[in-house]
């Protein structure tokens, strides 16, 4: 791995404690307005301060993210279909050279292992791969999961392995029972959950720790931070565990008393 490809990771994983929270954005790609993001410059603003990384598209960072906030951009930069269609048949939707002019500090597409365009997709993730090489801009491969499809470890450990074996320089996944063989899957690659569904804040929050204990380094939360009562506190608890190692009560307590 080169020295830029190293600077851009550290940004993202924090050095002091190898963990990080990210904050995941990009819903309207395939959602458009979705709950909390109608206005997404009012709702992730409050919000910057406690995220390690921002998961967001180029069209959203430039109309609502201040150029001068400092703050990692991981720049999603697949799409092509929305909830009305079969969300598998992706495209490219940016190339390198945008990521590039925007300063990103890595670039991310979904991975449909199983889906029906699972093959188009996986080129998607061989082409980002090549061109983050050429670079120096990791690449974050997110295990997309059909409606029929079913979130076990087996699954998951599947699809996470061949993103590995792709080239992705980070993974994010789904937290599901046996989470630890997931991990175990992507070798030395770092893993961060994906938070899914809006979860009751006491859930979301069991899962963050239950992740990082299995091996996770963090999360890519969205959902469960921008559709919560109190978006602030849930970020604070959400970031309380991952960094600091507290318990789901202590963290719960940060959550209810920023309410």
Known sequence: MNWG???RISRIIKPKTGRCVMLAVDHGYFQGP??????????????LPYADALMITRGAVRNWIDPAVEIPIILRVSGGQSILKELSNEIITTNVEDAIRINASAITCSAYIGGEHEKETIG?????VDEGEKYGI??????????????????????????????????????????????EAC????????????????????????????GAIGVDMGRNIF?????????????????????????????EHSK
């Open 5 to 7: 490809m190293k600077n």
């Open 187 to 214: 070798g030395n690659i770092p893993v961060v959950i994906a938070g899914g569904k809006k979860l009751p804040e006491k859930e979301a929050l069991q899962m963050s720790c239950d992740a990082v204990a299995e």
């Open 227 to 255: 559709q919560s009562d109190c978006p602030v506190g849930m970020i604070r608890a959400v970031r309380a565990i991952v960094h600091d190692g507290k318990s789901v009560d202590e963290a719960y307590e940060i959550y």
């Open 124 to 128: 998607n993730l061989s082409k980002l």
């Open 34 to 47: 979705t709950t909390g993001l109608a206005n997404l410059g009012n709702t992730v603003e409050p919000l």
């Open 138 to 183: 990791p690449v974050l491969a997110v295990t997309a999961v059909g409606k029929e499809m079913a979130r076990d470890a087996r699954y998951l450990a599947l699809a996470s392995r061949i993103c590995v074996e792709i080239g992705a320089h980070m993974i994010k996944t789904y937290y599901t029972e046996d989470f630890k063989k997931v991990v």
